[in-house]
T-cell receptor, first 111, second 115 residues
Framework: GQQLNQSPQSMFIQEGEDVSMNCTSSSIFNTWLWYKQDPGEGPVLLIALYKAGELTSNGRLTAQFGITRKDSFLNISASIPSDVGIYFC???????????FGQGTRLTINP | KAGVTQTPRYLIKTRGQQVTLSCSPISGHRSVSWYQQTPGQGLQFLFE???????NKGNFPGRFSGRQFSNSRSEMNVSTLELGDSALYLC??????????????FGEGSWLTVV
C-alpha cells in the first residue's frame, strides 16, 4: 500500500533555530497535509497543500507541495518552546476520507 | 463550535474483554473515521463511515468493528482484547464522504490500556 517516509525522525534544536522536515512517497498524492500532535492530544492540521508546486505559509510555518507530487516539506522559522511536539505529514487515499501518515518527526527544543 | 468529542479519554481493560469507544463529530459533519496510534506502527486507518455506512476499512482483524448512527455519532468496538490493542484511538470528522479537500479534524483520542 501507499506509504509516506518522513525524515528526520527526531530533531533536537535550540530555541530560535529554523527547522526543516520532509516527506516522500513512492506514489503520487494530490493533497499533502501537515499535522502537529501535542502529548496526549489528537493531531491538529497545520497546513494543507492542494497543488503541485504550491508554497503555503501559516505564520512561522511554510510548506511546499513537490512538483513530482511525491514529496513535501515543512519549515518552521525561529522556533519557540510551544513548537515542541510531533509533526506528521499525511496524504489522502483517492476518493476516500482515509489518510496515510508518515512516521512523524519529534521536535525537541532546548531553551 | 464544539470539536470532535471522544469518550472515554482513558480506560484500562483486561485481556479477553471487549471495549466500546464513542465519537461525536463536529456539528454538521457526516463523515467519521477512526485511527489507531501506537509507538511501533504510528497512525493507522481503521475505518470510515458516512451516512451510517462503512465506506472504507483498514487492514485490521474482524475483532475491530464500528458503526455510525443517524445523528453521525460513531462507535468502535474491539472484542477479545489483546495486549497489542493498547493504543491511542483517534476519531476524525469531516463534512462529506470521499476526498473533496474538506479539512479532517481529529478528536483528543481515547487511550486504551490492555493488561
Amino acid at each position: 500500500g501507499q506509504q509516506l517516509n518522513q525524515s528526520p525522525q527526531s530533531m533536537f534544536i535550540q530555541e530560535g533555530e529554523d527547522v526543516s522536515m520532509n516527506c516522500t512517497s513512492s506514489s503520487i498524492f494530490n493533497t499533502w497535509l501537515w499535522y502537529k500532535q501535542d502529548p496526549g492530544e489528537g493531531p491538529v492540521l497545520l497546513i494543507a497543500l492542494y497543488k503541485a508546486g504550491e508554497l503555503t505559509s501559516n505564520g512561522r510555518l511554510t510548506a511546499q507541495f513537490g512538483i513530482t507530487r511525491k514529496d513535501s516539506f515543512l519549515n518552521i522559522s525561529a522556533s519557540i518552546p510551544s513548537d515542541v511536539g510531533i509533526y506528521f505529514c499525511a496524504g489522502p487515499i483517492q476518493g476516500a476520507q482515509k489518510l496515510v501518515f508518515g512516521q512523524g518527526t519529534r521536535l525537541t527544543i532546548n531553551p | 463550535k464544539a470539536g470532535v468529542t471522544q469518550t472515554p479519554r482513558y480506560l484500562i481493560k483486561t485481556r479477553g474483554q471487549q471495549v466500546t469507544l464513542s465519537c461525536s463529530p463536529i456539528s454538521g459533519h457526516r463523515s467519521v473515521s477512526w485511527y489507531q496510534q501506537t509507538p511501533g506502527q504510528g497512525l493507522q486507518f481503521l475505518f470510515e463511515y458516512f451516512s451510517e455506512t462503512q465506506r472504507n476499512k483498514g487492514n485490521f482483524p474482524g475483532r475491530f468493528s464500528g458503526r455510525q448512527f443517524s445523528n453521525s455519532r460513531s462507535e468502535m468496538n474491539v472484542s477479545t482484547l489483546e495486549l497489542g490493542d493498547s493504543a491511542l484511538y483517534l476519531c476524525a470528522s469531516s463534512l462529506g464522504a470521499g476526498w473533496t479537500g474538506n479539512t479532517i479534524y481529529f478528536g483528543e483520542g481515547s487511550w486504551l490500556t490492555v493488561v
